[in-house]
T-cell receptor, first 112, second 111 residues
Framework: DAGVTQSPTHLIKTRGQQVTLRCSPI?????VSWYQQVLGQGPQFIFQ???????GRGNFPDRFSARQFPNYSSELNVNALLLGDSALYLC???????????FGDGTRLSIL | GQQLNQSPQSMFIQEGEDVSMNCTSS?????WLWYKQEPGEGPVLLIA?????ELTSNGRLTAQFGITRKDSFLNISASIPSDVGIYFC???????????FGTGTSLTVIP
């Protein structure tokens, strides 16, 4: 079975632009979480969705939003990009909210 | 937010040596996870722990859920070059739905 897949793998944007990142969970997993990982640090929680509803939100500005679709895939949107948004964005899925999560390889976002 | 402190921050060891690292928190967690991350990849789940005192192995890796529920430990026996990477702990509180990640321990194995 395929693991968590994320697209695109790399993305370059300029300040002020908007970006959409995509994630497909492991088949059968209904929970998807998004994390931001800055170089040299551990992943920081952004959102969790379970059964298409937001179940958790980390300490990120309203420029960050997400949604989960009926097939349990998910999108993360970031508006008005700042230089500080440059990071690896990771998606993780689990069978249920709060259960051990399995990660994709991330989207490397660079802001110029 | 919750802060998980991992130590040591980095380790340089000879192939064949055993490795020990730990993760501590000021909060009580009900689940501890250990991940390994290699360059250009996402974290890979190594071990999951669900109750205080639990000791779980995965090959040469052994992890323990601390009895205070505020810490966890990971040991790697007889290290090999492919053990190189950054090891992260992650904890889950009884409330909320997020996992909190530690600061990471970078492991270098010298052949």
């Amino acid at each position: 079975d395929a693991g968590v897949t994320q697209s695109p793998t790399h993305l370059i944007k300029t300040r002020g632009q908007q970006v959409t990142l995509r994630c497909s969970p492991i088949s059968g997993h209904k929970s998807v979480s998004w994390y931001q990982q800055v170089l040299g640090q551990g992943p920081q929680f952004i959102f969790q969705y379970y059964e298409k509803e937001e179940r958790g939100r980390g300490n990120f500005p309203d420029r960050f939003s997400a949604r989960q679709f009926p097939n349990y895939s998910s999108e993360l949107n970031v508006n008005a990009l700042l230089l500080g948004d440059s990071a690896l964005y990771l998606c993780a899925s689990s069978s249920r909210a709060g259960w051990p999560q399995h990660f994709g390889d991330g989207t490397r976002l660079s802001i110029l | 937010g919750q802060q998980l402190n991992q130590s040591p921050q980095s380790m340089f060891i000879q192939e064949g040596e055993d490795v020990s690292m730990n993760c501590t928190s000021s909060s009580i967690f009900n689940t501890w996870l250990w991940y390994k991350q290699e360059p250009g990849e996402g974290p890979v789940l190594l071990i999951a722990l669900y109750k205080a005192g639990e000791l779980t192995s995965n090959g040469r890796l052994t992890a323990q859920f601390g009895i205070t529920r505020k810490d966890s430990f990971l040991n790697i026996s007889a290290s090999i070059p492919s053990d190189v990477g950054i090891y992260f702990c992650a904890g889950h509180l009884n409330t909320g739905n997020q996992f909190y990640f530690g600061t990471g321990t970078s492991l270098t194995v010298i052949p």
